[in-house]
Structures are given as structure tokens and as C-alpha cells.
């Protein structure tokens, strides 16, 4: 009897199907990935506040008894996360002071970033919207105010989509937010910040591209992407046509404690990145949010890790380490 591959039942669902089947239990994460029992309670605790959450695709690329998996360590719920920190807040960058409303968040010239719904394929522990109030707070329901403040305000030429993930939404939705984006006369340019590409490639449609090849827009995907071992083969061909449709891709890690803390990691992460035809653009420092102090590398540390990748690096493959800072009108460069 012939069985077929997994890649091959892979390519028999739908990338909603997939969304529906992520996996949300501690108790079957554990079991499927043969990680001690132990770890469960502690699992569950955390997770209550923010639940575990993962495509089956991610399941795919962590290694099976391995508790210092550096994708495992992005996803499992531990105990330190219930571990109030001094400093550590559940607005860390200031999203509250930058609300317009309807969804909308203008903190930078030119530039204005959607909240565009709340729902992940994943959840990273990391996170620092893990706090955000999304229920009443997101684009998708305030549609026609959110475009009215877009057209209200001519000096945006760039209009972000974030979240959440944006491309959680269905093609649908998307390109009618897409195509309501670009009759405003002052856009020129539209960027998607998703980590559905990583997470779960099927994700970039032929209903997408076309929309984005044949857009007046200059688009950008900026994929988060934060170790090399998240990148797989099953990535290539939705890339691929992205670039042939003229999306420029690009990618924004988070330096993480136990994940990509060190010089051998981040160096495979930007020159691996480079083979999938993306760039590293932001290295983010860990913002400070309740629940992921554990997360954190310490800004000398920092500095220290990216000067050596900058001597270790040609330089359109060095990311810009930035931290955010609420308040100031840009990414702050450390
Ligand atoms: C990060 C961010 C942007 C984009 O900043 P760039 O430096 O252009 O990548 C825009 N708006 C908000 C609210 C942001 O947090
Ligand atoms: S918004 Fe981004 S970082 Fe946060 S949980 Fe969703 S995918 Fe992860």
C-alpha cells in the first residue's frame, strides 16, 4: 500500500482548514512531541491568560524531545510567564497613546498601521499585543470609519497591515480592504506584516498575488521570521511568486533569550533568509511586556551580538537593531 506523505495530505486542506486544525491543547503538544509530563501543569496555568496556539505546519519544524527547541520555546506556555516582572507592562509600547480609534494606530510621518484584526495562526509567547484589547479595538469592525480617517489624512502615503495577522482575514475580505486602499489618491504604498507565511506558507494564494501584482500600490511583505529552522521548503514557491508579482520581502525578528541569542543563530537566520529572497530588516529588542520578561537580552548584550554580525555579515544582510519607544516619531536605534 502506497502512503501518501505528509506533504502530500498537507496540500489536500485548505489554509482555513489548517487555521481550524491549529493545535491548542498542552496535553497533545506534549504528547505529540514526546516532552515530559511535567511540564503540563505549568503549561495550562499560562495558558489560560493567553492560550497555547500553533499551525500544524510550526509543529512540523520543532524537534521531538528536545524541551530547548528554539521554536518550542516561542510557543510553550511555561511558568515564568506568571511571574509578575517590575517594568513589565500590558501596553509596553504605547499602542493606547497612538490610537486614532476605528483600529487605527499613527505613531510614525507617513505611515499608518491597521490593526487590522485580532486572530493569530500562532501565539507567541513573546508577544506584545498578548494584552492588547482587540475585542472592541480592531479595523475589520469599524471598516468604513477606519477608511474614512485613511482618506481624511493626505499625508499618509503608506497604509500598514498588522494585527493580529492580517492575513487571517479571508482573500475576500482582504482584497476588498486592499481595493478600498488603494482608491484613496494619497496611498502609494501598502505593507503586510504577517507571520502566516512561516507559520503556514499555503497561506499566500494566487488570489493575493494577483491582487498585489496588478495593484498601483508598491507593496512590501515583512514576514517575522526568528530563527533559520522556521524557514522550510514549503515556503519557496508562494515567495517566489510574490516576487515575480513585485513585493518586496522583508523580515523583522525579535532577539530572544533561548531562541536567537547568539552569533552562530543569527548569522544562519539573515543568510538563510537571503536564500529565500528575503531581507532582514528590524532585529527588534524584546518589548517589555507582562508575562515575557524571561524573553528579554539585556541591551549590552545586544549591542554586543550585533556589532560582531555586522563584521561577520555583507551589509544588506545586517538587520537594524531598534527598540520601541513610546512616544518618539521613530524606531530607536541602539
Ligand atoms: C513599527 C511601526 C510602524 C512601521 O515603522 P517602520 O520603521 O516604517 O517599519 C508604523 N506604525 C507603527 C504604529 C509601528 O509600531
Ligand atoms: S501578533 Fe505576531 S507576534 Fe503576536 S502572536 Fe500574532 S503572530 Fe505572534
Redesign the pocket.
Known sequence: MITPSEDFLEQQTTWQQDMAQAMTDPVELLRTLNLPNSLLDKAQQAAKDFPLRLTRHYLSLIEHGNVDDPLLRQILPIQAELQPVPGYSKDPVGDAQASLGDGLLHKYAGRALLVTTGA?A???RY?F?RHYPYANNSAIQHWEAMLQQLRDRPALDEIILS???PLTLSDSRLLELIQQIEAIPHVKRLRIHS?LPIVLPKRITHGLVDKLANSHLHSSLVV?CNHAQELSPALLAGLQQLQQAGVTLLNQSVLLAGVNDNLATLKALCEQLFAYGILPYYLHQLDPVQGAAHFAVDDQQAIQLHSTLRKQLPGYLLPRLVREITGESAKTPL
Open positions: 493569530c500562532i501565539h507567541c508577544c499585543r494585527g493580529g495577522d507571520r517575522h
